[in-house]
């Protein structure tokens, strides 16, 4: 789970700030934009909710992620990504000689109803 926050903060880094602006001119709208948000959002969900053991156990909802306060991180990204369409990657896994595939499904609905990562991401 640490390389959410290593890439989290990456993102900050000059020359991964100037690739990942040149991303959104070559790649479908939402296949760029999507993966700094994602990262940051995965990585708060593990930083301020370290209680689950697995991936398939993380779960998420509105009432939880604003326990504190509304309106921070993990908050913002469902509110602006829920309901989209699903967000689709591939990439050339170099080792096995393929490419790999793998999408983003957003949760169809940010309430109080619980957000299973593992329905997210797999």
């Given at each position: 789970m640490?390389?959410?926050?290593?890439?989290?903060?990456?993102?900050?880094?000059?020359?991964?700030?100037?690739?990942?602006?040149?991303?959104?001119?070559?790649?479908?709208?939402?296949?760029?934009?999507?993966?700094g948000p994602l990262f940051k959002f995965v990585r708060n969900i593990f930083a301020h909710f370290p209680v689950f053991e697995t991936w398939d156990e993380v779960w998420v909802s509105k009432e939880l992620v604003n326990w504190q306060k509304e309106g921070l991180t993990i908050d913002r990204f469902l509110k602006?990504?829920?309901?989209?369409?699903?967000?689709?990657?591939?990439?050339?896994?170099?080792?096995?000689?393929?490419?790999?595939?793998?999408?983003?499904?957003?949760?169809?609905?940010?309430?109080n109803n619980k957000i299973h990562l593992k329905n997210m991401i797999k």
């Open positions: 640490n390389i959410f926050a290593v890439y989290s903060e990456l993102l900050a880094y000059e020359p991964f700030k100037c690739v990942i602006e040149a991303l959104k001119t070559q790649r479908p709208p939402m296949g760029s934009e999507i993966g602006k990504y829920a309901d989209q369409d699903k967000v689709k990657y591939r990439f050339w896994e170099a080792d096995k000689e393929r490419m790999a595939y793998m999408s983003v499904h957003f949760p169809r609905d940010y309430g």
